[in-house]
């Protein structure tokens, strides 16, 4: 993740359902020098929560290439013999 991500925020105590949407506003590195947790914009308010409680909401492009998703898809149907399916 980084600044500027849309994550969803897990909450124990709410349905999956009920998730808040947060912005990343700060990466807090732990003392191996490694993201532990973020610094949120939620709503009207700033949150600090773990990595393992976040969800990245959407693919940013720079991470995935849509020439090699293409290509992964097609490489799936012909590995399958599914080519003619299509």
């Known amino acids: 993740m980084k600044v500027g991500d849309t994550v969803l925020v897990e909450n124990p105590n709410k349905k999956r359902?009920?998730?808040?949407?947060?912005?990343?506003?700060?990466?807090?590195?732990?003392?191996?020098?490694?993201?532990?947790?973020?610094?949120?914009?939620?709503?009207?308010?700033?949150?600090?929560r773990t990595v393992q409680r976040l969800f990245p909401l959407e693919i940013q492009p720079e991470e995935l290439p849509i020439a090699a998703v293409v290509e992964q898809f097609f490489n799936y149907l012909s590995y399958h013999n599914l080519m003619n399916v299509v």
């Open 17 to 48: 359902l009920y998730r808040s949407l947060a912005m990343v506003l700060e990466l807090l590195p732990g003392r191996d020098g490694t993201v532990r947790a973020l610094r949120l914009k939620c709503g009207n308010a700033e949150i600090i």
